[in-house]
């Protein structure tokens, strides 16, 4: 049975960092490609960036509005997704989804969401 | 890029058949097959029910299908039943710049 549990959520303040992880299981991981995608009051669901396998090269893609601030790794030894927040705004407050990309064309399983509210 | 055009709201009673549009442009919805539909219920995360405009994962019932015509993406569901109840959002693959963008969603009321 494929798993994502994705931790790392909570409050924090603006101009604040956040690391969100993400643990696999029930699939060949290091194979997958995997994506990031929130759920957000203002802007609904929206991609957030994708990480390549590494047979596929690794690479990164962000979506633009959070490029620059947004950073997406992987730990295959550890079946582990990880996406990095900095210099956090009140609008990047939402449910963040763990998700398998089947190569940008839809994304296969979800995992249940890790919350950020940021705020003062 | 803005998000796909998806109506705020649908209805139907039970049994009915009930059809959920998704508008986008030539760069996304009329460019490729890759237009996908996720259901989620409240509080949970969203499930996938249809990929790549007309494809049912395993599990998925079949009064849930999908289709496209030009720029329009549509996913209808027949026999509608309580559990239908549930926002519905469509996502297109968007080329290799813009990748993916999700329409706003729509709320499936039962009646």
């Known amino acids: 049975e494929v798993q994502l549990v994705e931790s790392g959520g909570g409050l924090v303040k603006p101009g604040g960092s956040l690391r969100f992880s993400c643990e696999a299981s029930?699939?060949?991981?290091?194979?997958?490609?995997m994506s990031w995608v929130r759920q957000t009051p203002g802007r609904g669901l929206e991609w957030v960036g994708r990480i390549k396998s590494k047979t596929d090269g690794g690479t990164v893609d962000y979506a633009a509005p959070v490029r620059g601030r947004f950073t997406i790794s992987r730990d295959d030894s550890k079946n582990t997704l990880y996406l990095q927040i900095s210099s956090l705004k009140a609008e990047d407050t939402g449910v963040y989804y763990c998700?398998?990309?089947?190569?940008?064309?839809?994304?296969?399983?979800w995992g249940q969401g890790s919350l950020v509210t940021v705020s003062s | 890029q803005s998000a796909l055009t998806q109506p705020r709201s649908v209805s139907g009673s039970p049994g009915q058949s009930v059809t959920i549009s998704c508008t986008g442009s030539s760069s996304d919805v009329g460019g490729y097959d890759h237009v996908s539909w996720y259901q989620q219920h409240p509080g949970k995360a969203p499930k996938r029910v249809i990929h790549d405009v007309t494809r049912r994962p395993s599990g998925v019932p079949d009064r849930f299908s999908g289709s496209k015509s030009g720029n329009t993406a549509s996913l209808t569901i027949s026999g509608l039943q309580a559990e239908d109840e549930a926002d519905y959002y469509c996502?297109?693959?968007?080329?290799?710049?813009?990748?993916?963008?999700f329409g706003g969603g729509t709320k499936l009321t039962v009646l």
């Open positions: 029930g699939f060949t991981f290091n194979y997958a490609w």
């Open positions: 998700v398998i990309d089947k190569s940008g064309h839809y994304f296969d399983y």
């Open positions: 996502s297109s693959y968007a080329g290799s710049e813009t990748w993916v963008i």
